[in-house]
């Protein structure tokens, strides 16, 4: 975990949603997505926060090269929307790249550093599962939902996703 320390910092040039395409999910909610990175020193680097694919339930780091297929933000709702309807089961599934870059609702993530990097955890349970990116006027939070991983900020994905973990205990925010 020591990798999130690395991220304090740093500061955030192109911005990411990656997506494995959520094929006849009913729910919003269900998508299993994460956020990408491209800071400014590091412009060919891709750093994906999700959950380990592995466990399931921890924060992970990973880094890709640059995407060569990406989508617009503004193809992001209209293809959640025909994958949620999509009957095809033929269809080929692999993750989608959005670059929400220049979109008005990651403003204050784009071009900001991160300020602080916080791990949330059940009460009694050292293991985190999720982790809160903290800006100047914004956050991400990445955590584990039913399909993978899901995220959100001040004005993006509003799901209160973290109510699901409250039954588990009580949630404390720990700083790294």
């Not at 911005?15 to 395409?21: D, Q």
């Not at 890709?64 to 999509?86: N, V």
């Not at 903290?134 to 995220?151: K, L, Q, R, W």
Request: charged share 30%.
């Amino acid at each position: 975990m020591t990798e999130f320390k690395e991220l304090i910092k740093k500061q955030v040039d192109k911005l990411f949603l990656i997506v494995w395409p959520p094929w006849g999910e009913e729910r919003e909610s269900d998508i299993d997505i994460s956020f990408g990175f491209v800071f400014k020193n590091e412009p060919n680097i891709l750093c994906i926060i999700s959950v380990d694919k592995d466990e399931l339930w921890s924060p992970h780091i990973s880094f890709e090269g640059f995407p060569e297929i990406r989508y617009s933000w503004e193809d992001f709702y209209p293809k959640m929307k025909m994958w949620m309807k999509a009957d095809d089961d033929s269809l080929i599934i692999d993750k989608e790249y959005y670059e929400v870059t220049k979109s008005e609702l990651f403003d204050n993530i784009v071009g900001n550093e991160i300020k602080e990097i916080e791990f949330m955890n059940v009460e009694g349970n050292r293991e985190p599962f999720g982790v809160k990116l903290h800006f100047e006027n914004d956050y991400i939070i990445s955590m584990p939902n039913s399909d993978g991983n899901t995220v959100e900020t001040k004005v993006f994905n509003k799901n209160n996703s973290i109510y699901n973990f409250k039954h588990l205990g009580h949630i404390v925010y720990s700083k790294i």
